[in-house]
DNA sequence: TTAGCGGTTGCAAGGAGTCGCAATAACTGG
DNA sequence: CCAGTTATTGCGACTCCTTGCAACCGCTAA
């Protein structure tokens, strides 16, 4: 009963709701996906969340991984995050969207509120007509933790 | 003796001072691939290079392709562009750096100077003392021309 | 509870991009 | 101009991710 089951579990009732409302069918290897999603806490490569759902159920395909992540993304449950070069998906931030910045060096990702890149966004409609699709978006560079230590690579 | 011409060789020289400065050497493929990039007035994706430098020599082979382009953007020669999915190159502006806005819709690139990203930041180095790396940075969303149409997919 | 429609899965093949390695060839010093 | 050094190439294998397809199974209607 701890707050972490909590929150697993209505993760699980929100996606479930989500995915009968549109049609989608409710599958085993769709709630195991979710659930090792969910119980990491924080952002995971498509093959850690791939290893240990295997781990659950051993037929489970790298393609399923790949289209339970994308169908959760559109679905707004889970959220991608680029790091490096590689996609990482993390349960959908439930108090609102926010950005990311990763450090180039320690690789450590951060929480960025969307309200700090509102004002760029008004910039680019004022004066370019242009409506920016900022909804996932990941800012790399330097963390303050790591300025001034070199550059890995 | 056309000014694109003119600009080519250009190119071409201050290409082969970068890479004799630095210890590359100067091979074909190097300068075919860079031709190629040169001639084509605007951003190419790395199989168009690669048809248009295999024409020239049919050897070339596809991770030649890719190494000098990785090279060139090393020695910012050329500058990568990240359209869709996909990488795309072109020669590095000379009037400095600027990114791209890219239309979800018709894929048309727009240049965005740097000063529109620049209070931003500041912002970052402000509030959370983060150094981030703008340099290869597009933007995707709606162009004018687009606004109203149905996003393709 | 059951039949069957059609969304999903697992598999295998395919495309994009990378990497290790032996042969090649660009540069250097003589 | 030539031989040696070593960066670079071309190739094949490999990784990551996507896609086509037949078998499967979740869901709905009777």
């Known amino acids: 009963m701890s707050s972490s089951n909590q929150a697993t579990r209505q993760v699980h ?9 549109q049609g989608y069918r409710l599958t085993p290897q769709r ?8 119980e990491s806490g ?12 295997k ?3 051993p037929y489970m395909d790298i393609a399923t991984v790949y289209r339970t992540l ?24 439930p108090e609102g969207r926010h950005h990311h910045m990763v450090c180039q060096i320690c690789s450590g ?18 004066e370019f007509n242009f ?9 790399t560079g330097v963390c303050s933790t790591c300025q001034g230590q070199p550059a890995k690579g």
């Not at 709630?31 to 969910?38: N, Q, R, T």
């Not at 995971?44 to 969340?49: A, F, I, L, Y």
């Not at 990702?109 to 004022?126: D, K």
């Open 13 to 21: 009732e929100r996606a479930v709701e989500s995915l009968r409302e």
């Open 31 to 38: 709630l195991l996906i979710l659930s090792v999603v969910a």
């Open 42 to 53: 924080g952002h995971m490569g498509v093959d850690q969340v791939f290893r240990l759902a």
């Open 55 to 57: 781990e659950a159920y």
């Open 70 to 93: 994308h169908l959760l993304k559109k679905l707004n449950v889970v959220t991608e995050v680029a790091i490096g070069d590689r996609l990482h998906y993390e349960l959908t931030d």
């Open 109 to 126: 990702a951060f929480n960025l509120s969307p309200h700090y890149l509102e004002q760029f966004r008004h910039t680019l409609m004022q």
């Open 131 to 139: 409506e920016p699709d900022l909804e996932h978006f990941t800012i």
